[in-house]
């Protein structure tokens, strides 16, 4: 379920645009209009298109808004502010906070803030085991009913086999789905970064793509023999690629997600030492990266997540190895993928625009934006040939730990619209 808005509805008229839907088979320009909050028109016109798109706004299935407990790092309201501007009409957020999410009360405080300060609709997952300890479940029924997007101990693996299936068992009645963090401690062992040459080089402990892709193995196996569906969350490893497809051509409901950074750098950038560039699962190799971009490209993979991981300045001001795991990525995320997934033809535009809003609404049984007379208006509007360097000072996002500040990047936000109103504007 998600939460927050004010209840207002916007008008808005969007002229001779081209207007990209790959779920709706969409690409043409058209004037679309919007009024109170609803699709009213499309009509075709024979006006050549500027650089700029509309298309279906996005959906991200794994946010830390850090709320409650690090309100210095995110909150509700600069978290779905960031998001916003991120060409994002909804987002849900992980578990992993100060408490846990794992009882109805304090998810229930956490429903009443969105309703007063989210600039966007807003999900919040709850957590698998209390305390996310891994050894008791939580009341997943009563959390469902509570209002609960899903399950996760995101931040943390379920390594308990057993506790994993009585979760599986009782999706049948929460009705709410698993989203799991696949990490074997036992070979992840305190890693820093990718085992390979590079940590080899560097000195870095290393942690193996099989610390990840041995736990993809088994949590499909738990799904299949109870026939009940979970989602992988963050994927990195072209094992766990595999794993995942040949699952899904047994027939298992398993789904799968894999973030910007993942599909863009590997471990060779650890070398510049940037603790922006530390985060769990670790960037790979390139092997595993091409895994992951052909995973998006066939449709194993069938949501692209940003992860966004707030950190505060001093916590990454570190050396790298004593710099704590995440990266931010809410507002940079389609202008990323715009500039080194989709101009040099690796990925289509319409792959990406489905990837970041389609797909991962489908997976949580969100309704899917799109673009069609009679639909909530949940859209973004992107300039194609903007070009834009990544600053500090213009995040709204509490943090500032992006992996790419100071790059140039091509395609930009310039509105978005969230269930009907106008939630940004360039």
Known sequence: MLFGGNGRKDDLVL????????TQGIDEVLTVTVEQGVITRLEPTATTASGRIVAPAFVDPHVHLRTPG????EDIASGTRAAAAGGYCAILAMPNTD????????LGALVERAEVEAEIPVGFLAAISKRQEGAELTEMIELAERGAAGFSDDGRPVVSAGLLRRALQYHEVAGRPIALHC???????SGQMHEGIVSAELGFHGYPSVAESVMVGRDLALAAHEGQPIHLLHLSARESVEALHQAQAAGVAATGEVTPHHLCLTDEAVRSLDPNLKMNPPLRSEEDRKALIEGIRDGT??????????H?????????????????????AFAVLNTRLVEPGILSLATVLERLSAGPA?????EPPRIAVGAPANLVVLDLEATWCVAHDEFRSRSANSWLLGSTLTGKVVQTVADGKIVFAA
Do not use: M, N, Q
């Open 99 to 106: 408490p846990v999410i794992d009882s109805a009360a304090v």
């Open 70 to 73: 690090r309100e210095d790092e």
């Open 362 to 366: 489908r997976i949580y049984g969100l």
């Open 15 to 22: 002229e001779c645009i081209r207007v990209v839907d790959p």
């Open 301 to 310: 993979i069938a949501a692209i997540a940003t992860d966004h991981a707030p």
């Open 183 to 189: 990490e074997e401690p036992a070979l992840s062992r």
């Open 312 to 332: 505060a300045g001093y916590e990454k001001d570190v050396p790298f190895e004593e710099a704590p795991f995440g990266v931010t990525g809410l507002e940079t």
